[in-house]
């Protein structure tokens, strides 16, 4: 148990789907993160929210749309997805001002298909 | 070039062996050092979290930063088949609140 918890633990949608992947966090932090992880490649930071607010966006496609309403809770909203978008999606949470260690939840496997 | 390189693997050992695991970094302004382990189909864990040069010890785990060569090692003792994983090694620079990581090296620990 990471303090982290991310649901669903897998997901399959079809690319006219609207779905959301939700994380929660009991640590008390007040940072949280979207990375993608695929095969063979390096995680990739999507977004990170500092204190509710959006500080951070790596050139995400807009099909991907994260949601922050309170410092436990960030979901990542998922529609008209492409099959590339297929990965495992993480979530985690640090404390903002000293954000060093973070934190991973187990990870929501998505496939597009 | 990838702000942290990290030789895939796999990387096969025997049971009791010391594992030497390495990243290389570009940036010159990481000050903060991280290695996760990552299991199959789990989220990464963290194992060693290291501040600018040195070495830190935690049991059978040793982390190493040379900030002048912008190497970073992770070197395991008595090496077990449970450590059997993949190891990612990250780095994060003051201006910025999260990590850049390695692609990670998979270890394969044969009992």
């Known amino acids: 148990e990471t303090g982290v918890t991310q649901t669903p633990r897998h997901l399959v949608m079809g690319m006219t789907n609207k779905k959301s992947l939700k994380c929660e966090q009991h640590?008390?932090?007040?940072?949280m993160y979207w990375y993608k992880q695929s095969a063979k490649k390096p995680l990739e930071l999507m977004f990170v929210y500092s204190l509710e607010e959006r500080v951070e966006n790596n050139s995400v496609p807009s099909r991907f749309s994260p949601e922050c309403p309170n410092s436990s809770h960030l979901f990542l909203h998922l529609h008209t997805l492409q099959p590339e978008d297929s990965a495992l999606y993480l979530c985690?949470?640090?404390?903002?001002?000293?954000?060093?260690?973070?934190?991973f939840g187990e990870g929501s496997w998505l496939t597009v298909v | 070039q990838k702000e942290v390189e990290q030789d895939p693997g796999p990387l096969s050992v025997p049971e009791g062996a010391i594992v030497s695991l390495n990243c290389t970094y570009s940036?010159?302004?990481?000050?903060?050092f991280m290695w996760y382990r990552q299991y199959s189909r789990k989220g990464p864990e963290l194992l060693m979290y290291t501040y600018s040069s040195g070495n830190k010890e935690d049991g059978r785990f040793t982390a190493q930063v040379d900030k002048s060569s912008k190497y970073i090692s992770l070197f395991i003792r008595d090496s077990q088949p449970s450590d059997s994983a993949t190891y990612l090694c990250?780095?994060?620079?003051?201006?910025?609140?999260?990590?850049?990581f390695g692609s990670g090296t998979r270890l394969q620990v044969q009992p």
């Open positions: 640590l008390g932090h007040n940072a």
């Open positions: 990250a780095s994060m620079d003051t201006g910025r609140r999260a990590l850049t």
């Open positions: 940036n010159s302004a990481f000050q903060y």
């Open positions: 985690a949470s640090s404390q903002a001002r000293t954000g060093n260690t973070i934190y």
